[in-house]
């Protein structure tokens, strides 16, 4: 009889079953459950009416609306191409002349996850090295891997990664020989998913500087893969200009972004800006992908972002999510003050929590079952932290969104949380 | 200085350019060009006013609207699976309990291309083989390049791959010990593209046989990669059954299918069933792509498949394409017989144009030149054939596309061509 797994190739066998989809299945189960767990946004407050208003705008002339509903070019539409680069210049504060934000070195993908894995596609061998926050966003995790890349983390303080950290890292590949295979240090960068984090432009500028110093010593650049896929949800504060700002971003920025989060999550447009040496091999595996994003979806965020709808609705999303993460964090200082620590984000979807180091958080412990029990559900910390046997994984934290739970539901899983975390 | 090329991955310095973008320059290029080889659809059918109502009816109520917009499941709106199995089933004439149709095993993906990637990526280490078509669809050409396939061509008859030339390179595999590498077979069985030829069911289920003999020497199972893009295409005659209704199809048959082609290019919804050894696999990578195609554009082929829309809309399209290829034919007929031999396809978008063999088709040879300084532009026929040591490739045939232009700019490019051959 033929081995039926030895037809798989090495991708194939080597890719996981990402840990959500266990934590999603847990949901469909049991319909009852607060999932504090889901990447899901706010059902509400997604733009159903104006979605409608933009697509009467486009499909109610035959010619626009043939257009809308034909192949479109492969690296998107070139107006919203336009339009993205525009957008992140003026939040940026940018000299839209700078180099760095060239509209024929932005791609529309298919949510910007696609972008990330032409990137990692682009880059990455198998044994190759991606140096990632500890920790970060677990799905690129899943990525890298898949492709059998090597992750190295780097701590965490409240403004973004721990430079001596990352200095020290650096260091530990070169002694071992091995910067050759170090390609990028991937950021989450605005609002970070899971903890919150937005790091300053200070620190981008001196992690990109520290990565240069490198360079020679690995044979190669090494790319600072800056994910802002945040940074449209800010609802305090003010965020710090990206990456693309700094000088030599040009030759050395990765910039990944969407639309999906902060539009609709049901129509997926992402897009990512990469420099000159890497943006035609991106653009040639988009090719193989697909060849181009799917044209009506871009045709909407289009028409959204050229009349203003899309700002006004970024606007109202955001004060609604002020409030649903006041919700979360009032409900932790009434259920959870004893128990645990948490941080305060000015943006984005996620609280992460800390536990006493006693409280173990993981898939298997008592807390993530007595909160099972209690019907809520909330993603444990460990599985947003790269395999890196450098360091061993701590195992009492939780991310908890407040997405997509109404504000109700929000307290009340917080409140069920609180009684979890007590009963240990 | 740090080596540019140096840091791109394998895959990433493999990829090469599609030679299609380089037809696709040259068409933005010259606005009057008369582009026969576009593989864009036909504007003027587009469904805007059906796709306009579609989407009155999704978002028309707040609930279905939000649920639109919201992310869907990794694998697909559960409704349109379910419709898209039923649809194959009764295009098959099959059993609906067979269990070669399973819901379970079913994907939708942004447009069929990127099941035909991901499947690769499932399968095929750099240096694995798959068979295909001599000629085949070049996209998926770009795919196994990409991935650094080996390609095998199967010399193509009147009504499939033939199947005495299927065997011989078969053994050609086996007694030099490659089978082990071989894990598919690619066919596009329906009004394929370039040649517009239909695979009978008698040659699919002796390929699948041929296959199922040599898999304990390849130590694992050799699929059956159906390709079905163009089904939806048929303007004459009957269309025979899809490999899924032959014996063990359930084991050996991956199936692709889409809805783009057929509804609308820029709503790009595909699809694919794989066996339960490969699904998971699949499924895994679709989560690493992009966790789910886009939810509202498959919100629309659910509604149009439901309530009958679909049917309709494929109805038109059929008979407006008939009457294209009936223009192109005609006006082969009328200026090019005594330069050409071409086939009389019964459905797709494309002629398979034969020249005598001194007369050179390719993009340096004269006919291609005199073609486009008359503004006309096809798709030479080496392109459509894949990288294989063991014969020449063919240099006098040519892919003529109906579905992008106007009957009479089918008609004045068809003349043009015939002056430009018999100019040489």
Same mark, same amino acid.
């Given at each position: 009889m033929p081995k039926r797994n030895a037809v798989l190739s090495e991708l194939g066998r080597r890719t996981g079953e990402p840990p959500i989809a266990w934590l999603m299945k847990l949901a469909l189960d049991r319909p009852k459950l607060i999932s504090l767990a889901a990447g899901f946004t706010d059902n509400p407050s997604l733009p159903v009416e104006a979605t409608r208003e933009l697509l009467e705008k486009i499909l109610g002339s035959p010619k626009r609306g043939q257009s809308a509903l034909q192949y479109g070019a492969g690296a998107g539409d070139a107006d919203l191409r336009g339009l993205t680069v525009k957008r992140i210049v003026e939040q940026d504060g940018a000299?839209?002349?700078?180099?760095?934000?060239?509209a024929e070195r932005l791609v529309v993908t298919h949510g910007s996850q696609q972008f990330l894995y032409m990137v990692s596609e682009a880059l990455f061998d198998p044994g190759d090295i991606v140096m990632v926050e500890d920790p970060t966003y677990f799905v690129y995790l899943g990525i890298a891997q898949s492709r059998g890349m090597q992750c190295r983390g780097v701590r965490m303080e409240a403004d973004g990664i721990d430079l001596a950290n990352l200095h020290r890292r650096l260091e530990e590949l070169k002694k071992a020989g091995d910067l050759p295979r170090l390609k990028a240090l991937y950021l989450v960068s605005y609002h970070q998913n899971p903890t919150g984090t937005t790091t300053s432009l200070a620190k981008k500028q001196e992690a990109l500087g520290l990565l240069r110093r490198y360079e020679n010593a690995a044979g190669h650049p090494i790319y600072l893969l800056e994910d802002a896929a945040y940074r449209e949800l800010r609802f305090a504060g003010e965020d710090p200009p990206s990456a693309?700002?700094?000088?030599g971003a040009e030759e050395r920025v990765i910039y990944s972004g969407t639309y999906s989060k902060p539009f609709a999550t049901g129509i997926r447009v992402g897009f990512g800006l990469a420099p000159e040496d890497l943006f035609p091999a991106i653009m040639r595996i988009k090719g193989n992908h697909?060849?181009?994003? #799917?044209?009506l979806p871009q045709q909407i965020l289009r028409e959204a972002l050229a009349s203003g709808v899309y700002e006004s609705h970024v606007q109202a999303l955001r004060a609604r999510y002020g409030i649903k993460a006041r919700a979360m964090l009032g409900a932790l200082r009434l259920h959870c003050a004893d128990v645990a620590e948490w941080t305060e984000p000015r943006g984005g979807l996620n609280v992460w929590a800390k536990f006493p180091r006693r409280v173990a958080t993981g898939l298997k412990s008592k807390l993530f079952a007595g909160t099972l029990e209690r019907d809520v559900l909330y993603v444990p910390g460990q599985l947003c932290y790269a395999d890196d046997s450098s360091r061993r994984k701590p195992n009492c934290e939780m991310r908890l969104s407040f997405?997509?739970? #109404?504000e109700s539901r929000i307290r009340e899983g917080i409140q069920r949380l609180g009684e979890a975390a007590r009963a240990i």
């Amino acid at each position: 009889m033929p081995k039926r797994n030895a037809v798989l190739s090495e991708l194939g066998r080597r890719t996981g079953e990402p840990p959500i989809a266990w934590l999603m299945k847990l949901a469909l189960d049991r319909p009852k459950l607060i999932s504090l767990a889901a990447g899901f946004t706010d059902n509400p407050s997604l733009p159903v009416e104006a979605t409608r208003e933009l697509l009467e705008k486009i499909l109610g002339s035959p010619k626009r609306g043939q257009s809308a509903l034909q192949y479109g070019a492969g690296a998107g539409d070139a107006d919203l191409r336009g339009l993205t680069v525009k957008r992140i210049v003026e939040q940026d504060g940018a000299n839209p002349r700078s180099g760095a934000y060239a509209a024929e070195r932005l791609v529309v993908t298919h949510g910007s996850q696609q972008f990330l894995y032409m990137v990692s596609e682009a880059l990455f061998d198998p044994g190759d090295i991606v140096m990632v926050e500890d920790p970060t966003y677990f799905v690129y995790l899943g990525i890298a891997q898949s492709r059998g890349m090597q992750c190295r983390g780097v701590r965490m303080e409240a403004d973004g990664i721990d430079l001596a950290n990352l200095h020290r890292r650096l260091e530990e590949l070169k002694k071992a020989g091995d910067l050759p295979r170090l390609k990028a240090l991937y950021l989450v960068s605005y609002h970070q998913n899971p903890t919150g984090t937005t790091t300053s432009l200070a620190k981008k500028q001196e992690a990109l500087g520290l990565l240069r110093r490198y360079e020679n010593a690995a044979g190669h650049p090494i790319y600072l893969l800056e994910d802002a896929a945040y940074r449209e949800l800010r609802f305090a504060g003010e965020d710090p200009p990206s990456a693309l700002t700094l000088p030599g971003a040009e030759e050395r920025v990765i910039y990944s972004g969407t639309y999906s989060k902060p539009f609709a999550t049901g129509i997926r447009v992402g897009f990512g800006l990469a420099p000159e040496d890497l943006f035609p091999a991106i653009m040639r595996i988009k090719g193989n992908h697909d060849f181009g994003t #799917s044209n009506l979806p871009q045709q909407i965020l289009r028409e959204a972002l050229a009349s203003g709808v899309y700002e006004s609705h970024v606007q109202a999303l955001r004060a609604r999510y002020g409030i649903k993460a006041r919700a979360m964090l009032g409900a932790l200082r009434l259920h959870c003050a004893d128990v645990a620590e948490w941080t305060e984000p000015r943006g984005g979807l996620n609280v992460w929590a800390k536990f006493p180091r006693r409280v173990a958080t993981g898939l298997k412990s008592k807390l993530f079952a007595g909160t099972l029990e209690r019907d809520v559900l909330y993603v444990p910390g460990q599985l947003c932290y790269a395999d890196d046997s450098s360091r061993r994984k701590p195992n009492c934290e939780m991310r908890l969104s407040f997405g997509a739970a #109404s504000e109700s539901r929000i307290r009340e899983g917080i409140q069920r949380l609180g009684e979890a975390a007590r009963a240990i």
